[in-house]
C-alpha cells in the first residue's frame, strides 16, 4: 500500500484542512469505521479485528498531531475521543465561535501589499472554517462579499460586475481579478524593460558623446605644420629646428628666401 504522509496539526495551521486530509488517511488505511466509537464498527469483524483497528487508528491520530496539541487530546482513550476532542477544540460551533467566524467574514477586507492569490485564498479559508461549523453562503453573496472586500482601486471593477446583471458568481470575481492581476504583473514587467532599454540607450549615448568629444580633442591638438598629432604649431620639433636654422643663417649673413628653403612661417 501506498504510503501518504500529512504534516502534523499543530494548533496553527489550519484544522480543517488537516481533518479532511487525516479523514482521506484513515480512509486508505481502512480505519475510518473507528471514529464513529467502537459500538458503530462492522459486526462480521472478529474482537481481535476490532481492538487492532482502534489502536491502529489511535496511533494513526497520535502520530499526526504535534506535541502542544498531543497534550491536550492525550487523556482520550479512543480515535473516536481524539476525534471528537480536537472539533471541540479547533472548529467549536459554539455560539461564541460562530459569531466570530462570521463577523470575520463581513469585515474581511485585503491588506495592503497582499498577492490576489493570497487574499483569495484568505477568504476562501473563511468560506471553509463556515462550511465546517455547518454554516453555509450562498454563492452570490460570497462573490460580493469578495468584490466588497477589495480596495478602493477595483470600485470600476464592482460596478462592471454587478450593474446590468442578472446573478453574479464567485467563479466569475475570481476568475476576472486573477485576469486583472496577471494582466498587472504582465505590464509591470514590459514597464521595466522599457526603463531597462532607456537607461542603456543613455548609457551608449553618453559613451558615444564622451568619444566624440575625445576624438574632437585629439583632432583638436593636430599640428598645422608637420601635420601630426599630439602638440599645437609653437611645440612643433620641427619648427623649432627650422627657426634654429633660420636664426643661424641670419648670424651668417645669408638672408632667408622663402623659395629656396620652401614656404615661410608668415604664410603658414
Not at 458568481?169 to 486573477?178: A, E, G, P, R, W
Not at 643661424?248 to 622663402?258: L, P, R, T, W, Y
Request: include cysteine.
Amino acid at each position: 500500500m501506498a504510503k501518504f504522509d500529512i504534516e502534523k496539526f499543530t494548533g496553527k495551521n489550519d484544522f480543517g484542512l488537516w481533518r479532511l486530509k487525516m479523514r482521506a488517511i484513515l480512509v486508505l488505511q481502512g480505519l475510518q469505521d473507528a471514529l464513529a466509537g467502537e459500538g458503530k464498527l462492522p459486526s462480521t469483524l472478529t474482537e481481535k479485528e476490532k481492538k487492532d483497528l482502534l489502536e491502529n487508528a489511535r496511533s494513526a491520530l497520535i502520530l499526526s498531531l504535534g506535541d502542544r496539541v498531543l497534550r491536550e487530546v492525550s487523556k482520550e482513550k479512543t480515535a473516536a475521543e481524539i476525534w471528537l476532542k480536537l472539533e471541540n477544540l479547533h472548529m467549536s460551533k459554539s455560539p461564541e465561535n460562530r459569531l466570530h467566524l462570521k463577523l470575520k467574514l463581513f469585515t474581511f477586507k485585503m491588506q495592503e501589499g497582499t498577492k490576489m492569490e493570497d487574499h483569495l485564498d484568505e477568504f476562501s479559508k473563511v468560506i471553509f472554517d463556515l462550511e465546517n461549523i455547518d454554516i453555509t453562503v450562498d454563492d452570490e453573496d460570497q462573490a460580493l462579499l469578495l468584490l466588497r472586500s477589495l480596495p478602493q482601486e477595483y470600485k470600476n471593477l464592482h460596478e462592471t460586475l454587478v450593474y446590468g446583471r442578472d446573478s453574479l458568481t464567485l467563479k466569475k470575481v475570481q476568475s476576472t481579478l486573477m485576469s486583472l492581476e496577471l494582466k498587472k504583473q504582465s505590464e509591470s514587467k514590459i514597464d521595466n524593460n522599457g526603463k531597462g532599454v532607456m537607461a542603456r540607450g543613455s548609457s551608449e549615448k553618453r559613451e558615444f558623446k564622451h568619444k566624440e568629444k575625445s576624438r574632437s580633442k585629439s583632432e583638436s591638438r593636430k599640428c598645422f605644420v608637420c601635420k601630426k598629432e599630439g602638440h599645437f604649431e609653437k611645440n612643433c620639433p620641427e619648427r623649432k629646428k627650422f627657426m634654429k636654422d633660420k636664426y643661424n643663417d641670419e648670424d651668417s649673413g645669408n638672408m632667408f628666401i622663402g623659395s629656396e628653403r620652401g614656404m615661410g612661417w608668415d604664410e603658414l
